[in-house]
């Protein structure tokens, strides 16, 4: 029997045993749907239910190396990306969390008015998966509204990370997207002649652990440095926001001193690969622990109000990335990601349109949508009432 239990205690089991046990299930396909890349955060979310664990470290690490590979792949398509659709990633990030910032007004004061507030404004920044926002909001709260909007928080991230991880597996089905010509017109947007070609005067090297190791030490550094917003604090971008920048400038530059930081997209991807999946596991078995009981004893009422912001915030960005401005499908999952501020959306995203370039546009909105996400939180928790019911 302790070998059993020491066994279930091993973290490394149980992160392997989401993965394989989640990537197992992604394969299934009914009437041509199949769960894909997010098998992994499914199958941890019931590990992590059943009591199940791993070390908190865990997922911070394969988050960080996932992004690094993302951002090395896409590197080299940044600037076709940005002189294309530069000052885009502004509005989109502008527009998609002013949607979700809306929709949690409207649920605190009109859909849900006898519902602990707290709760529902922390909806905001979990359903948007955004910890500075969440920081943000902390700071102008007390007492037992700081632990309400927390509780909020996590059911609203959970929530908003299974949205965002579905929607980008399952839209390109169901709008019968076919990726062979929404790679061509991604080409053709951003200079085809430029993107993905190999005529670079720099060597690429098989790997790089020395640059590689380079990226990530430049970006937590990045991420860790304080950006001064006066009276709204003083937010960090985060390891997500701090490596996505560094691999993507570093990349885009290849070159760091003796340095090589163009590297075989062949390696990064399959780095990439391992990277996002344990990363889903170890996200999921997070979050599965004790989500059962805190919504059954907080209400349904949190739940449907953090999938309101989540699909507001995705269908606006849609409609917009889509519809208004007509870009390709790899722009705008990226940039929809970018805006609801979710790296596990990004990890869907790049699966299921096999194609890595779709890390550009989401390194280019996610700054953005972090910066707007930290001021709309500090506006909500000043325009709404903090009732602790």
Known sequence: MSVVSDVLGNGIFVVFLALVVGMAVGRVTIRGVSFGVAGPLFAGLVLGHLGLTVPPSYSGLALALFVA???????EDISGVIRTYGPYFVVLAAV?????????????????????????????????????????ALDGLSGSAQASYQI??????????????????LYPRFAGLEMD???RRYEADVDGAESGSDDSPIERVPFSLIGFGLVLAVGVVLGSIPLPLGPLGAPTLGTTGGVIIAALVLGYYGELGP??????????????????????????????????????????????????????????????????????????????CGGHTDTKGLAAAIDATDADEVGA??????????LFMVLYAKVLVLLVPATVG
Do not use: K
């Open 96 to 136: 998609m969390t002013a949607s979700g910032f809306a929709v949690t007004a409207l649920s605190a004061t009109v859909l849900f008015p006898e519902t602990n507030t707290p709760l529902l404004m922390g909806a905001f920044t979990g359903a948007l998966t955004s910890s500075p926002g969440l920081a943000s």
């Open 361 to 370: 546009a989401y390194g280019n909105t996610y700054p953005f949508a972090l």
């Open 259 to 336: 340095v090589t930081l163009r590297m075989d997209r062949t390696i990064l991807s399959e780095l990439r690969s391992l990277t996002l999946g344990l990363f889903l596991a170890t996200v999921g078995i997070e979050a599965g622990s004790g989500l059962v009981q805190t919504v059954a004893e907080y209400g349904v009422q949190i739940v449907l109000a953090s999938a309101l912001t989540s699909l507001t915030a995705i269908l606006v960005g849609l409609a917009v990335t889509r519809r208004l401005w007509g870009q390709d499908w790899i722009t705008a999952a990226g940039g929809i």
């Open 152 to 169: 909020g928080h996590s059911i609203g991230y959970v929530v908003g990370a299974v949205l965002i991880v579905l929607f980008q597996q």
């Open 69 to 75: 590979c993302v951002g090395l792949i896409a590197a």
């Open 181 to 183: 010509s929404e790679r």
